[in-house]
């Protein structure tokens, strides 16, 4: 069993730049394959970056490629999503998932066994 809580959300102008935090529990998260999903009121969940367990490699939609980083502390048991050059349609709740050992960084959300809470993320024009 893997607990998540995301943390680091807010409300920022467009153009500015939030870190998000999900910080593990329970096990360590060196296993999993991490991934950041946002969801806006009255639209699907959407992937929004990746990074795979075994080698760190990392995946991103166009709507936030070159915006968004994506990084994982082993140590501190901790997965970032950096944010930067923000738009207003970034707008949304922010998630991290996780599953273990995942053969690919999965674009999905039902293929995640384990999932955080949630934060808000607010970009304003």
């Known amino acids: 069993q893997v607990l998540l809580v995301e943390s680091g959300g807010g409300l920022v102008q467009a153009g500015g730049s939030l870190r998000l935090s999900c910080a593990a529990s329970?096990?360590?998260?060196?296993?999993?394959?991490v991934a950041w999903f946002r969801q806006a009121p009255g639209k699907e969940r959407e992937f929004v970056s990746g990074?795979?367990?075994?080698?760190?490699?990392?995946y991103y939609p166009d709507s936030v490629k070159g915006r968004f980083t994506i990084s994982r502390d082993n140590a501190k048991n901790t997965v970032y999503l950096q944010m930067n050059s923000l738009k207003p349609e970034d707008t949304a709740a922010y998630y991290c998932?996780?599953?273990?050992?995942?053969?690919?960084?999965?674009?999905?959300?039902?293929?995640?066994?384990?999932w955080g809470q949630g934060t808000q993320v607010t970009v304003s024009s």
């Open positions: 998932a996780a599953e273990w050992r995942s053969s690919y960084i999965e674009v999905v959300p039902k293929i995640y066994e384990y």
């Open positions: 329970g096990r360590t998260i060196e296993s999993y394959t």
């Open positions: 990074i795979h367990w075994s080698d760190d490699s990392t």
